[in-house]
């Protein structure tokens, strides 16, 4: 029963895993990829350490466990904070990752030290490998942990309910089921059955959980949903230079308007000398004038705008970057009313001529 227990565990987290980067989004930060990876490499241990049949062996898979039960807290911790857009310092998130990487490392020492365990064996119960743990002094890091991260996360949580009034409830909601239910888990669950990592289950329920607020948490992200959108409309392309006009990067928008920027080098001048040309002096004319003017490039039928502005990574300048707008239907609507225009006024001449002549011979008719 255990064992079917941490198999269904398993095969349920990696069907979250698969639905998760099947629905992935260029926004998502890296943090959301980081808990299905590491829920579901704890859940494949719990697996392997059911069935170990040695206590070297069972030892190992545990410290991969604790690689889980280490760094998931605050993986949890910084997509709450992300979700309530409080954003941490470098230097505090920095901080944060030596503390936890440090209890891990301390974690490693079982079966080495008695610091984190003083002694540890494995028995079989239920049909499955337990490790049968009398804890180290140190191990108490590891309680202080995980304690830290959950009441940081439940802090967090209340601050964006009742502090961000854009920020949407039901997604703090989810997450605050998430964190009780985890200590649930913890408490409770030990009460109920000591041989079963409870915590597997709870690792679940959080994935479950933030599938259900990554699938719409970008509706809340209008920068994301913009640049999403003017993607997918694929009239608007990227061009990514640095300072010395060398060609970076672009978008697949980009390299379709321009295909001779598609196989140019990175970190090398453009190749083609009338785009270079081109690019450089737009350039130089935004870099003199602080100001950019939209200038028109034509490419074979179509007319493009192109914009040169700034390029910035995060605060910082780095470059320039040129958008690119395709505007040949603007323009050829734009031709069609001049001519139409045109058209108009010639016959609003040719018929205020024919009134004219008109106007004349009832004139000289009523001389005669």
Same mark, same amino acid.
């Given at each position: 029963m255990v064992l079917s227990f941490y198999i269904v565990i398993f095969a349920l987290s990696l069907a979250c895993c698969i639905l998760f980067f099947c629905n992935k989004r260029n926004y998502y930060p890296v943090l959301y990829a980081m808990v299905y990876i590491l829920s579901l490499l704890s859940h494949a241990c719990y697996v392997l350490l059911a069935k170990s049949m040695a206590l070297r062996e069972a030892l190992i898979i545990n410290k991969f466990i604790y +690689? $889980? $039960? !280490? %760094? %998931?807290p605050l993986v949890g911790l910084m997509i709450i904070m992300s979700i !309530? *857009?409080?954003k941490l310092p470098k230097w505090a998130v920095f901080f944060l990752l030596i503390i936890t990487a440090t209890v891990f490392g301390i974690s490693t020492t079982a079966g080495y030290s008695p610091i984190f365990y003083k002694d540890v064996s494995i028995e079989m119960r239920y049909g499955v490998t337990v490790l049968i743990k009398e804890y180290g002094p140190l191990h108490i890091l590891f309680y202080l942990l995980i304690g830290s991260f959950l009441i940081a996360t439940l802090i967090v949580l209340a601050y964006g309910w009742f502090k961000k009034p854009n920020i949407s409830k039901r997604d703090l909601a989810i997450a605050a089921f998430m964190q009780i239910f985890s200590i649930f888990c913890y408490f409770v669950g030990r009460m109920v059955m000591k041989e079963i990592e409870w915590m597997a289950l709870a690792d679940l329920v959080?994935?479950? $959980? %933030?599938?259900? +607020?990554? &699938? @719409? +948490?970008?509706?809340y992200r209008v920068d994301d949903l913009v640049i999403s959108s003017i993607q997918n409309e694929g009239k608007v392309g990227f061009i990514a230079m640095d300072f010395k006009k060398r060609y970076l990067s672009a978008t697949d928008v980009a390299k379709r308007f321009i295909p001779e920027i598609a196989d140019n080098p990175a970190d090398h001048v453009i190749k083609d000398d009338n785009l270079r040309d081109l690019f450089d002096k737009w350039i130089d004319q935004y870099s003199v004038e602080k100001m950019s003017v939209d200038h028109t490039f034509h490419k074979d039928k179509s007319i493009y705008?192109? @914009?040169? *502005?700034?390029? =910035? #990574?995060? &605060? *910082?300048?780095? $470059? =320039?970057?040129?958008?690119?707008?395709? #505007?040949?239907? @603007?323009l050829e609507r734009m031709e069609d009313i001049e001519r139409y225009n045109m058209n108009l006024n010639r016959e609003l001449i040719a018929k205020s001529k024919k009134i004219k002549e008109l106007e004349s011979q009832k004139e000289s008719s009523a001389k005669s």
């Open positions: +690689i $889980g $039960g !280490c %760094f %998931f !309530c *857009q409080i959080d994935e479950i $959980g %933030f599938l259900l +607020i990554m &699938n @719409h +948490i970008g509706l705008l192109i @914009h040169v *502005q700034d390029l =910035y #990574d995060g &605060n *910082q300048k780095r $470059g =320039y970057l040129l958008e690119i707008t395709d #505007d040949t239907e @603007h």
